[in-house]
């Protein structure tokens, strides 16, 4: 399986439930945008390490682990994706966008954090590289 197909995710972290959108706005108002949408229907672990490999990300130590010369120094291609705990559904997303992130060579790291400390304390302040986060809103897209 290709942990970064939809409909697998769907499947393995929704259990079924729900659809795949390919923009911000709910799909039933005019508003949506269900063309133009080519770039995020396909996975392409071999086109994104070439990507990579072009903007100097490889891995020169053979770990399994995307680096690059920074200031004289490697670095490791590696950040922190967080999300609070007590959601099974945004757990089993991070486990699988961890895994897709770790076929191409780039190493995550995740956090669990308590709702208050996770929203007060990194969401509110900027405090994060990445976040599993979902937000409930109307069908109304002028919000």
Same mark, same amino acid.
């Given at each position: 399986m290709q942990v970064n197909d939809?409909?697998?995710l769907l499947?393995?972290?929704?259990?079924?439930?729900?659809?795949?959108?390919?923009?911000?706005?709910?799909? =039933?108002? %005019? #508003?949506?945008a269900s063309t133009n949408n *080519?770039?995020?229907?396909?996975?392409?672990?071999?086109g994104a390490k070439a990507?990579?490999?072009e903007a100097g990300w490889k891995d020169s130590n053979s770990d399994g682990t995307l680096d690059r010369m920074i200031d004289g120094e490697r670095v490791d291609f590696e950040f922190t994706i967080i999300t609070n705990n007590g959601n099974d559904l945004r757990k089993a997303i991070l486990a699988i =966008?961890? %895994? #897709?992130?770790?076929?191409?060579?780039? *190493?995550?790291?995740t956090d669990l954090l308590e709702w208050s400390v996770f929203i007060q304390?990194?969401?509110?302040?900027?405090d994060f590289d990445a976040l599993i986060l979902g937000w409930s809103m109307g069908i109304d897209p002028d919000l």
């Amino acid at each position: 399986m290709q942990v970064n197909d939809r409909a697998q995710l769907l499947v393995d972290a929704g259990y079924g439930a729900g659809g795949r959108v390919t923009c911000n706005v709910l799909p =039933a108002p %005019d #508003a949506y945008a269900s063309t133009n949408n *080519d770039w995020c229907k396909t996975q392409d672990v071999e086109g994104a390490k070439a990507l990579l490999a072009e903007a100097g990300w490889k891995d020169s130590n053979s770990d399994g682990t995307l680096d690059r010369m920074i200031d004289g120094e490697r670095v490791d291609f590696e950040f922190t994706i967080i999300t609070n705990n007590g959601n099974d559904l945004r757990k089993a997303i991070l486990a699988i =966008a961890q %895994d #897709a992130w770790k076929q191409i060579g780039i *190493d995550v790291h995740t956090d669990l954090l308590e709702w208050s400390v996770f929203i007060q304390e990194r969401v509110n302040k900027l405090d994060f590289d990445a976040l599993i986060l979902g937000w409930s809103m109307g069908i109304d897209p002028d919000l």
